[in-house]
């Protein structure tokens, strides 16, 4: 009788760029001979892991209520009878339902007071001189060798997928709008993480003025974010403000139809990356090195200072990293992407 295959299971991460970064790393497990790759994620980032070919389960949980979601996750663990878990996510909640499902080999990063809990553990000091997804790589290769599997070398990011019906309704919203449904410049001005990470709006406004005299500029976000958009497109003709009307699913096939895609560090540009969308990416608190999107078509536009990155939520001073980024300079890579299909990093 052929004894079942090894089950890998990996604890996705909660921020949708860190989720695209973790592509790498399911492409190499589920490209290994002899494992059978299960994904658990939180209800937001579960949508980039739904159709992807490789992954043979998907496991989705509520983020709501921390005690109540890490005993339901366990649950979940259990029932699966996972040999190892990779946990992406440095938190040590995240760590805490593979300890309490007793995965025999439970491996993440040495963070957060969390060692305990690791079975193999990688120091995070240092994480941030690499680029994230090759920090998710290492932690695959660490539970790989625990269960005595060799691994196939073969580093090819899993594809974003983008569905028909997420297209259809697309269209629907953008003709509502008498916004073009393909050909457009697409400008997500947010960022999640903090005000640190964002472009100053002025110049995001000018970059927009600029664009849409060329061609049609969509705007995308957040409900949060409507009110920053509508600042940036108002008054402006051939801009549209598709923020807060999009699921993420959505976003997805919106970031799919443009021709490029202009946005600070956040997860639209690492959507781009997987789709194989032009982007020009701008950088001021964070690091290229370690966040810089997958794929052969980004831009980074940065100008570095003393300070720089520091990787803080809000800036102590002036945002010195932003303010020598001018919108001439980004309307320029733009329009370089633009003539040429591709853009050169």
């Known amino acids: 009788m052929t004894p079942p295959l090894p089950k890998v299971i990996v604890s996705a991460p909660n921020w949708l760029g860190d989720a695209v970064m973790s592509l790498p790393l399911l492409g190499t497990l589920s490209a290994t001979p002899g494992v059978r790759l299960s994904v658990m994620a939180p209800s937001y980032t579960a949508r980039v892991f739904l159709g992807v070919e490789g992954i043979d389960e998907l496991l989705v949980y509520s983020s709501e209520g921390m005690l109540r979601g890490m005993r339901q996750r366990a649950r979940m663990i259990r029932r699966l009878d996972a040999s190892a878990a990779v946990i992406l996510p440095p938190s040590f909640s995240s760590a805490v339902p593979p300890f309490l499902a007793r995965v025999a080999c439970r491996v993440g990063f040495g963070a957060d007071g969390r060692r305990s809990l690791l079975t193999t553990s990688i120091r995070p000091s240092g994480l941030r001189e690499e680029h994230l997804s090759q920090s998710y790589l290492r932690l695959g290769e660490v539970a790989l060798r625990h269960l005595g599997i060799e691994s196939s070398g073969n580093v090819s990011a899993l594809r974003l997928e983008v569905f028909d019906n997420e297209r259809a309704s697309l269209v629907e919203k953008l003709e509502a709008m008498k916004a073009p449904d393909s050909g457009y410049c697409l400008v997500v001005p947010g960022a999640t993480y903090g005000s640190a990470k964002l472009w100053p709006e002025p110049f995001c406004r000018e970059a927009v003025r600029r664009l849409a005299r060329s061609f049609p500029v969509v705007l995308a976000g957040a409900p949060s974010e409507k ?42 540009s690492h959507v781009a990356g ?32 003393l300070c720089s990155p520091c990787f803080l939520r809000e800036c102590p001073t002036h945002l010195e990293c932003f303010q020598r980024i001018s919108p001439e300079k980004v309307v320029e890579h733009v329009v370089l992407a633009a003539k040429k299909g591709s853009i050169s990093a």
Request: hydrophobic share 45%; glycine share 14%.
């Open 227 to 268: 009110g920053v958009c509508a600042r940036i497109a108002s008054g402006i003709e051939g801009a549209f403000d598709m923020s807060g009307e999009t699921t993420l699913g959505e976003l997805f096939a919106l970031i799919e139809g443009a021709d490029v895609l202009v946005s600070n560090d956040s997860g639209a």
């Open 274 to 305: 997987s789709l194989g969308i032009p982007a020009v990416v701008i950088f001021g608190s964070t690091s290229p090195r370690w966040t810089c999107p997958l794929g052969s078509h980004i831009a980074v536009a940065r100008e570095p200072v």
